[in-house]
């Protein structure tokens, strides 16, 4: 069965700290990944997204990287901030032109001040 | 930037009632998206359209169907809502694949609906 895991589920850190957020998935076959930001009772953001054949992708502050060989996906935050609180979702394509998406379970950011 | 508007933000129904979701993309998107998330299940899929009057079974399609009559608009229909369909529905659109490897999606802002 293809799946997306996220750990941890919800993670604290002071502000201005450099942080890691995990995505590990089950079939090192993939077509794309990305990572999406969710705001309480909103919709979702795509920040990045990797293509299969790319390592990683960066984006301001963003840094997201891909290791199909391993199934993992992480994305580096640096420099966090209050604004960064949010929930943060991984989704993974499996196969290619379909559009479909597997989404894990997310991680919630707190940044405190 | 695109815009994915859905017409509602929160609905209340009765059970039994057909309840209709509407969703809207301005930047000509070929493919649209609906999902459900629910606590602890995640996101997860129920229909998808790559062009007008086409569309694709998701991985939990049972209790709903869609119509894609406009390239710009795609409908979620409860045909008799349940209490087991309270959730967050999200609709989604992106760009048709080329050989890229893939496209960013783009997501509306939900319509939590409650069945009482």
């Known amino acids: 069965k293809q799946e997306v895991t996220q750990i941890p589920a919800a993670l604290s850190v002071p502000e201005g700290e450099n942080l890691v957020l995990n995505c590990s998935f089950t079939?090192?076959?993939?077509?794309?990944l990305q990572w999406f930001r969710q705001d309480p009772g909103k919709g979702l953001t795509s920040l990045l997204l990797i293509q299969s054949s790319q390592r990683e992708q960066t984006s301001g502050r963003l840094n997201a990287s891909l290791d199909k060989s391993s199934g993992r996906s992480t994305l580096y935050i640096a420099a966090s901030q209050p604004g960064d609180s949010a929930t943060y979702l991984c989704?993974?394509?499996?196969?290619?032109?379909?559009?479909?998406?597997?989404f894990g379970q997310g991680t919630t950011l707190q940044v405190k001040p | 930037d695109v815009k994915v508007t859905q017409s509602s933000r929160y609905l209340v129904k009765r059970t039994g009632e057909k309840v209709f979701l509407e969703c809207v993309q301005d930047?000509?998107?070929?493919?649209m998206f609906w999902y459900r998330q629910d606590p602890g299940l995640g996101l997860r899929l129920i229909y998808f359209s790559y062009d007008v009057k086409m569309k694709e079974k998701g991985d939990i399609p049972e209790g709903y169907s869609v119509s894609r009559e406009k390239k710009e608009r795609f409908s979620l229909i409860l045909e008799s809502a349940s209490t087991n369909q309270t959730s967050m529905y999200l609709c989604?659109?992106?760009?048709?694949?080329?050989?890229?490897?893939?496209?960013?999606?783009?997501f509306g802002s939900g319509t939590q609906l409650s069945v009482l």
């Open positions: 079939d090192s076959a993939i077509y794309n």
């Open positions: 989704a993974v394509e499996f196969r290619s032109n379909t559009g479909k998406l597997i």
């Open positions: 989604a659109s992106s760009r048709a694949y080329g050989t890229g490897g893939g496209e960013k999606l783009f």
């Open positions: 930047m000509d998107h070929e493919n």
